[in-house]
């Protein structure tokens, strides 16, 4: 059974960090591109971003919004992905889900099992 | 970027009756080279993450009832729930993955009248 659980989300000031985690079981973790979106309280889904497959690089992609403050991350050999996010903002606050893509090609994935999600605030 | 709208916002449709959800994207996410419209359909009940029902703008997913459609090509799109069920109560996005940024409609909240 395929399982991605999300953990790390809680509250923080504006400004700080937080590193959220979304361990994987239940599929060969490296043949998958995995994404990061967020829900904020009441509202729609936003990407936030992915990271490719070792087969296609491992490379980046960011929205608009998060480029530059959150980078994406994984470890094959632990089946995790990691999401950093720095500069934290209070329009941060949200519900961030990891989920596994299928790859289409190099530039274009569909997102198609996603974790429960962890909650994060940011409030001083 | 490619906006993606949804209409209505919300409906409420009486069990077993027909549900229609549009949505439209600002610039076509139909592939030319493969002749595939890079759209998707999820449903998202209380609580709970999203669920991919659709993709390739009309193929179902593994396990998503027939009574679950989508039709449109280029810049249109529609979800249709041919008969509402009571568990079918929820908010339902489109999104496109034609970008590789990829972008959501607002969400379309279905009811029970």
């Known amino acids: 059974e395929v399982q991605l659980v999300e953990s790390g989300g809680g509250l923080v000031k504006p400004g700080r960090s937080l590193r959220l985690s979304c361990t994987a079981s239940g599929f060969t973790f490296g043949d998958y591109a995995m994404s990061w979106f967020r829900q904020a309280p009441g509202k729609g889904l936003e990407w936030v971003g992915f990271?490719?497959?070792?087969?296609?690089?491992?490379?980046?992609e960011y929205a608009a919004s998060v480029k530059g403050r959150f980078t994406i991350s994984r470890d094959d050999s632990k089946s995790i992905a990691y999401l950093q996010m720095n500069s934290l903002k209070t329009e941060d606050t949200a519900v961030y889900y990891c989920?596994?893509?299928?790859?289409?090609?190099?530039?274009?994935?569909?997102?198609?099992?996603w974790g429960q999600g962890t909650l994060v605030t940011v409030s001083s | 970027d490619i906006v993606m709208t949804q209409s209505p916002d919300s409906l409420a449709v009486s069990l077993g009756e027909r549900a229609t959800i549009n949505c439209k994207s600002s610039q076509s996410v139909l592939y030319s080279s493969n002749n595939k419209n890079y759209l998707a359909w999820y449903q998202q009940k209380p609580g709970q993450p999203p669920k991919l029902l659709i993709y390739?703008?009309?193929t179902r997913e593994s396990g998503v009832p027939d009574r679950f459609s989508g039709s449109g090509s280029g810049t249109d799109f529609t979800l249709t729930i041919s008969s509402l069920q009571a568990e079918d109560v929820a908010v339902y996005y489109c999104q496109q993955y034609y970008s590789t940024l990829l972008s959501f409609g607002g969400g379309t909240k279905v009811e029970i009248k």
């Open positions: 990271i490719r497959s070792k087969a296609y690089g491992g490379t980046t």
């Open positions: 390739w703008a009309s």
């Open positions: 989920t596994r893509d299928r790859v289409i090609d190099y530039s274009n994935q569909l997102p198609f099992d």
